[in-house]
């Protein structure tokens, strides 16, 4: 399930057979691509999205898989709102992910 923000795309996945999947998850990637900016500014917004993930790991499904793609905008949002459309970007794809099951 995608479901973008305005700063960060998020995909969630959470497989039919839990079992396929090995302990300690949920895990989250990150896609910070050039298009943040140059190497400095993406090591910037990989830290701040890395820290901001880690408000999901205790609502998420240990077998949840969830893919993080940053937007130009997300060099120069700020880390509250950041956390905000990131939190708020997988808690509605969760939500439709469960509606559909």
Known sequence: MRVGRRDVVAHVFRPSH???????GPRIGLI????VG????????????RAASQLLLAD????????VRALPGSATCSEPELEQQLVGA???????IESTA
Do not use: E, Y
């Open 18 to 24: 839990p079992d396929l999947v090995t302990t300690g």
């Open 60 to 67: 998420c499904d240990p077998s949840t898989m969830v893919v």
């Open 32 to 35: 910070v691509g050039k298009s």
């Open 38 to 49: 140059n190497s400095v500014t993406r090591h910037a917004v990989s830290r701040r999205l």
């Open 90 to 96: 997988v808690s509605k794809a969760q939500r439709r």
